[in-house]
């Protein structure tokens, strides 16, 4: 599990340089740490697909996933190209259009006002606008 001094210490180590561990010791706490990280995906990978669609409205939130999303596809940049110099970042990104596509036939439904009407009418809208745009 992972836990709030995880997270102090991978930002400590990036940083600061005053940490007061050997290599061999940062190395293994971070070696575990990555172990962590990818138990907890795999987790949350199966929770998702075991919990009924009530508990993932109240779990697996717009609100609550742009933050994580935001991480993930935050990259180094070097200032002076343009360029995105960071294979990971941008295959992921990759990913998430992909999957844009094959969700973009559930926005287009006749139901989705249906499907998002909780949600302020303005969603549907930015939805269908990132769409159009994404599929031209």
Do not use: H, W
Request: charged letters at 35%.
């Amino acid at each position: 599990m992972l836990r709030k001094r995880d997270v102090e210490f991978v930002r400590d180590y990036y940083e600061r340089d005053d940490i007061q561990l050997s290599e061999a010791a940062i190395r293994g706490r971070l070696y575990r740490l990555r172990e962590k990280i990818e138990e907890t995906m795999k987790m949350l990978t199966e929770l998702a697909k075991a919990l009924p669609e009530q508990q993932k409205q109240q779990v697996f939130t717009s609100e609550k996933l742009s933050d994580f999303i935001d991480a993930l596809l935050s990259y180094e940049a070097d200032n002076r190209s343009k360029l995105v110099k960071n294979e990971r970042a941008f295959k992921l990104a990759c990913m998430l259009a992909d999957k844009a596509k094959k969700g973009a036939d559930l926005i287009k439904s006749p139901y989705a006002s249906m499907l998002i009407s909780e949600e302020p009418p303005t969603y549907q809208l930015r939805a269908m606008l990132f769409i159009e745009r994404f599929m031209e």
